[in-house]
């Protein structure tokens, strides 16, 4: 398995993506009608799927190198990036609505290493 990607940095091998497996693409609606009846409204979505990507302490760590490039990467206002994880390949987006896009924590004082969590949204 190749590392992950976002654009062209590489991030470490064994970053999770935390909700890869929680997501259907299908989003729905319910609404009453006049008569008290219940009308259902479901739809393939074909964009938006979060994707939060977990370095997790003791099983991933950033570099203050990796770090840096996200902070740079997440003040690009409207900047999209292929996002690569184990074969699968989607462009993305930092999800402003959603924030903290990036959390970074040093993993002790004035450390160079990191963990944290990096939030993303398919475009």
Known sequence: MAAPTLG???????IIWADRYSYIPITGQ????????LAIFNQLA??????TLDARDG?????QSQVDSLMTMAAAVGAT?????DGESHNVQFAHASP????????????????????LITI
């Open 8 to 14: 062209a940095l590489t991030l470490p091998d064994q």
């Open 30 to 37: 319910n609404n009453r009608t006049l008569a008290g009846g």
């Open 46 to 51: 074909t964009k938006g799927r979060p994707i």
């Open 59 to 63: 099983v991933a760590w950033l570099t």
């Open 81 to 85: 990036y292929v996002f690569t994880y």
């Open 100 to 119: 903290p896009v990036v959390d970074f924590t040093s993993i002790w004082p004035h450390a160079v290493t990191y963990t944290g969590i990096i939030n």
